[in-house]
């Protein structure tokens, strides 16, 4: 096992020779800046349904939820899921979106569960249902 501690900015450095075969490489940290790639959230994940235009913020997570709502009386089950998932994405996995109350977040929850129980997604409902639990 080796362990590499970090070096005092009080201690000279002393250059190792390199041994002929092998070449010298620099290090170079990752920035942790904000601008990564497009399309990216703060947590580096990418947007599971870009195809679906909501907007990132708390308004736009209510719209999600109202959309699926309206997606789901027409009948398209899969489409309403698909919607209730994006609001829920950007509430609390993308980290895009802060301040979204519990009661609308439990909200999409348990609409998601509806409607996955109509896509007979089993292990989907278990999930969702508690999660909504969970934040009541």
Request: hydrophobic share 40%; charged share 30%.
């Amino acid at each position: 096992m080796v362990l590499i501690s970090e070096i005092e900015e009080e201690e000279e450095v002393k250059p190792v020779p390199v041994e002929s075969g092998f070449r010298r490489m620099q290090i170079i940290e990752a920035s942790d800046s904000d601008d990564d790639e497009v399309g990216k959230d703060s947590a580096g994940m990418k947007d599971p349904f870009p195809d679906i235009a909501i907007e990132a913020s708390i308004a736009g997570v209510a719209k999600a939820k109202e959309q699926g709502n309206a997606l789901f009386a027409k009948g398209s089950i899969e489409e309403s899921e698909r919607c209730f998932s994006k609001g829920i994405w950007l509430a609390e996995e993308s980290g895009r979106v802060a301040g979204v109350t519990t009661d609308v977040l439990s909200a999409l929850y348990s609409n998601r569960a509806f409607a996955r129980m109509r896509l007979k997604c089993w292990p989907g409902v278990e999930k969702d249902c508690c999660d909504a639990l969970r934040l009541n």
